[in-house]
């Protein structure tokens, strides 16, 4: 049973930064790729950044620039680096892991606040 935990979130202020970890439970490498999500309240979830088994990745044009997705392969852990945080960035932060077309796999999540 895969399993992926978040970790690193919290309040900051606006300007702030912010690094999310999210561990698997044995390699990640079996994963066609890893993205982290986010949900505000009253929102739909939406994709943040993604990184694919080849380390390519993409990012939503709302944190282009602002936010940066890696992974160590030998920690099995993906990171969403997220700097010059603005309130609108507050929202619950998930994991995700797909070895298929749709992601499998998703952490509980982590709550990110940004106060004005």
């Known amino acids: 049973q895969v399993q992926l935990v978040e970790s690193g979130g919290g309040l900051v202020q606006a300007g702030g930064s912010l690094r999310l970890s999210c561990a698997a439970s044995?390699?990640?490498?079996?994963?066609?790729?890893m993205a982290w999500f986010r949900q505000a309240p009253g929102k739909q979830r939406e994709l943040v950044a993604r990184?694919?088994?080849?380390?390519?990745?993409n990012t939503a044009d709302s944190v282009k620039g602002r936010f940066t997705i890696s992974k160590d392969n030998a920690k099995n852990t993906v990171y969403l680096q997220m700097n010059s945080l603005k309130p609108e960035d507050t929202a619950v932060y998930y994991c995700?892991?797909?070895?298929?077309?749709?992601?499998?796999?998703w952490g509980q999540g982590t709550q990110v606040t940004v106060s004005a």
């Open positions: 044995g390699s990640i490498i079996r994963f066609n790729a």
């Open positions: 995700a892991a797909t070895t298929s077309l749709s992601y499998d796999y």
């Open positions: 990184i694919t088994r080849g380390f390519m990745t």
